[in-house]
């Protein structure tokens, strides 16, 4: 049971890493439309007819076309190896409802649907054939009795209520209260810090993404403040008492600038290994900037791209102000929490 959890929690992470650049090209083409055409292009009458609303319709293609089969494909490759790749992706492609019939499941659907591709194109790989045969496995059963199974299990099994259940979270997460959105922020900006880029990191980012997916920018604007911080943590905390740094470490006051701007969690890994402390002074300024932007209202129209991307926020100045917040927040803590080196 437990290599089984195991291999599920590889094939999200398999999955979602594969995703991601199909995400990040289309929200933020997405988010160029807005810039360029305002964000009435998605109610234009005739897509494509000015250049602004190309480049939009360009990156929808990425966000609501391909992100979620992408999913479904690589989640059942982590499971099942090439041959899950057309089974998963044709699950994902179902969750998306393609046919309009009131079951989309999307994100959530096509997690599922991968996971269930890829256990059952293993199962199609042991059907016992003759030799003369065994070519035909990949190349022809396992494509298309996975492709109707799969097919058939998401339309007739587990669409519906997966549908009905991300349309009962959406409904959830729009009805929250304002002491709901507190507990929200705070776990959601625990978990972007706590391994800055890990699995924790992801589930939290693939939260995000599903509910911009139906059309809330809330949670996106907290991922962006929650992950952005730790890296600004550090080069204002090594600013403000550059004593218990070397000069080695404040040689990368630059760079964890650059990974603040750009939303690169990761360039504070190194530190947070170095030392454990850290990582609880990073969850709470990234929790803290978190529940602000939730409370303040801010929204973000695209899924990746750091502070470059200000033309997709709806309200820039609270933004920059909550990330400050939970910089220094953060960096406060570090500061408490680190000695003075005993040599340079």
Request: proline share 6%; with cysteine.
């Amino acid at each position: 049971m437990r290599d089984v959890i195991d291999d599920i929690k590889e094939a999200f992470l398999t999955g979602v890493s594969y995703m991601l650049p199909f995400v990040v090209a289309g929200g933020i083409l997405v988010a160029l439309g807005f810039l360029l055409g305002g964000y009435n292009i998605p109610n234009e009458v005739d897509p494509g007819t000015t250049f602004a609303s190309t480049i939009f319709w360009i990156g929808k293609i990425g966000l609501d076309n391909l992100m979620v089969p992408v999913l479904g494909a690589y989640v059942a490759y982590s499971i099942a190896d090439k041959p899950g790749i057309c089974v998963g992706m044709f699950g994902g492609w179902i969750a998306n409802d393609p046919w309009g019939i009131g079951y989309k499941s999307g994100f959530l659907g096509a997690l599922v649907a991968g996971i269930i591709a890829g256990y059952l194109v293993n199962l199609l790989k042991k059907i016992p054939l003759p030799n003369s045969l065994k070519s035909l496995l990949p190349t022809l059963l396992v494509p298309v009795i996975g492709c109707a199974g799969i097919g058939l299990i998401m339309h007739y099994v587990i669409g519906t209520p997966l549908g009905a259940l991300t349309q009962a979270l959406t409904n959830m997460l729009n009805n929250l209260g304002t002491g709901n959105l507190v507990l929200l922020g705070i776990i959601q900006g625990c978990m972007l810090a706590f391994d800055m880029g890990g699995p924790c990191n992801k589930v939290a980012y693939a939260f995000a993404l599903a509910c911009m997916e139906t059309g809330n920018y809330a949670p996106m604007a907290a991922n962006f403040v929650a992950s952005c911080a730790p890296p600004l943590a550090l080069a204002l905390a090594m600013l403000a008492a550059p004593k218990k740094f070397t000069k080695e470490d404040r040689a990368n006051i630059p760079g964890f600038f650059a990974g603040a701007l750009c939303m690169i969690t990761e360039f504070a890994i190194p530190y947070a290994a170095k030392n454990l402390k850290y990582i609880p002074c990073f969850m709470a300024g990234s929790a803290v900037g978190a529940v602000i932007s939730y409370l303040w209202g801010i929204t973000i129209r695209a899924p990746h791209g750091g502070v470059f991307v200000v033309f997709a926020m709806n309200k820039v100045l609270p933004f920059f102000v909550t990330l400050l917040i939970a910089g220094v927040v953060s960096a406060a803590l570090i500061v408490l929490v680190t000695k003075v080196p005993e040599k340079e």
